[in-house]
């Protein structure tokens, strides 16, 4: 369990935070491309980290996420026309453009000079991947390079990235991923309900079987990047089954896949929205092909790990809106739970690894009170990112930079599910092929 100020330390992000400084150190997914898909496009209203933003893509493409407020009247620039490279605030017209210059100041004369003493908070940003990617950090501590994500270095089309909104503190979405005990419980079923674009590490009866191992013996690696966590389960005639998932700094995923299916990388990230709301990534890749349309269509509709999702507008309990994907099952209408289902298809009559993740989730409150757990052996990976995070917030606290940023490289790695006699990890991974474990796009 942590203290109540190690929790704090864990969950809050805000400005001057421990935990909101380094994650501002990393560069962080904001946006997926298709929420601003055009050239003088509509605004979009976000928040991050805690603090209030608006989006914009100007007319030669570029992407703009600029302080939400006017420094003006504080107008919100939501209201803002988005045209000729800048977007200009319906209140005064003052515009500025991605950087945040000040390009025009119709309301004070031609002559005048302030608009050049004027600079709207902004931040960098870059697009790769289906994602918009924003530094919210010190300047000359800004990575050179994107994390080489193998989905994030795959071509064009090859990987599908949704967006949406969680509501709980970041830390447990974040938490919930590297649980592998859950699965055998949580996401069990007696039928297998999923699409034949999800290849789940129990297609086949051999995983099934090993499905029923409850109490898997987990085991963990530090890397530079974070670690590689592995649960083995018995799978009977002296072998077993390995799960080998990565968590990368400060909160990405990638968890296995049965080799040979066609998705090759699946994984989440959770980007804090504030203390108590976060924006969860889903990223899927294959190397085969590109994906088709009708594929697309099915994991929109909830066949992967992405939720059912609409489009709308959220308001924060401050009263600050959001504009967002939302998950048609929520708490609102109980994720939509069926206990028909319950008792005749799967283990807690809902729809969906997310939305069943999402129910647990989010009914432990925004922000979990970690010193009331009681942790056990099947933890030790939530243990481990705990401790490593606050041990990076505070040594950077203590002038101690994050290595990981300035080595891109170190992400270069993939989930494994294989079956093997040897019972340790570290033996596991000395006998796999080093390609196994490396990824295929670079």
């Known amino acids: 369990m942590l203290s109540a100020e190690e929790n704090r330390l864990l969950t809050r992000v805000g400005p001057g935070t421990p935990m909101g400084t380094l994650l501002r150190r990393f560069w962080l997914p904001a946006l ?24 914009f893509r100007d007319t030669d493409g570029g992407v703009g996420i600029l302080d939400a407020y006017c420094p ?28 945040g210059r000040c390009t025009d100041m119709p309301s004070e004369p031609a002559t005048s000079l302030f608009k050049d003493k004027i600079r709207q908070t902004s931040y960098p940003t870059r697009e790769k991947g289906g994602v918009v990617w924003v530094y919210m950090g010190p300047p000359d501590k800004q990575p050179a390079s994107l994390p080489r994500l193998e989905w994030l270095e795959a071509p064009d089309g090859y990987q599908h990235v949704t967006k949406w909104l969680q509501r709980t503190n970041w830390a447990q979405g974040m938490e919930g991923e590297i649980d592998t005990a859950h699965i055998s419980f949580l996401h069990s079923s007696r039928t297998k309900y999923a699409h034949r674009l999800v290849h789940t590490a129990f297609a086949d009866p051999k995983r099934n079987e090993a499905r029923k191992d409850g109490a898997p013996r987990l085991s963990y690696q530090e890397a530079p990047y974070g670690f590689t966590y592995g649960a083995r389960r018995d799978a009977g005639d002296d072998e077993y089954y390995w799960r080998v998932t990565r968590w990368l700094y400060p909160f990405f995923s990638l968890i296995p896949q049965v080799p040979g299916a066609p998705l090759v990388v699946s994984g989440r990230c959770w980007v804090p929205v504030d203390d108590y709301h976060t924006w969860t990534f889903g990223y899927l890749a294959r190397e085969d092909r590109p994906f088709q349309a009708d594929e697309i269509d099915l994991i ?4 992967a790990f992405p939720p059912r999702l609409s489009w709308g507008r959220y308001e924060l309990p401050d009263g600050y809106i959001i504009d967002t994907s939302l998950p048609v099952a929520n708490r609102d209408n109980d994720y939509l739970i069926d206990r028909q289902m319950q008792r005749e298809v799967n283990y807690t009559g809902i729809y969906g690894a ?32 705990r401790r490593l995070l606050i041990k990076m917030a505070r040594a950077l606290e203590a002038g101690q930079e994050p290595e990981v940023v300035t080595n891109p490289g170190a992400y ?25 474990g490396v990824a295929r796009f670079s």
């Not at 929109?300 to 066949?303: D, E, I, L, S, V």
């Not at 494994?416 to 080093?434: C, K, N, P, R, V």
């Open 72 to 99: 003006h009247r504080r107008a919100h620039l939501f209201w803002g026309r988005n045209e000729e490279r800048g977007l200009r605030c319906a209140y005064h017209g003052w515009k500025f453009d991605v950087a």
């Open 300 to 303: 929109m509709q909830g066949a």
């Open 354 to 385: 997310n939305e069943q993740d999402r129910a647990i989730q989010e009914a432990m409150g925004t922000i979990v009170d970690r010193s009331r757990e009681h942790l056990g052996s099947s933890d030790i990976a939530i243990v481990a990112a």
């Open 32 to 55: 997926v491309t298709p929420e601003i898909p055009e050239p003088d496009g509509p605004p979009l209203r976000l928040r991050l980290l805690g603090e209030d933003l608006v989006a």
């Open 412 to 436: 270069n790695v993939r989930a494994i599910d294989t079956f093997s006699g040897h019972a340790q990890l570290a033996d596991l991974l000395a006998e796999l092929d080093a390609t196994l």
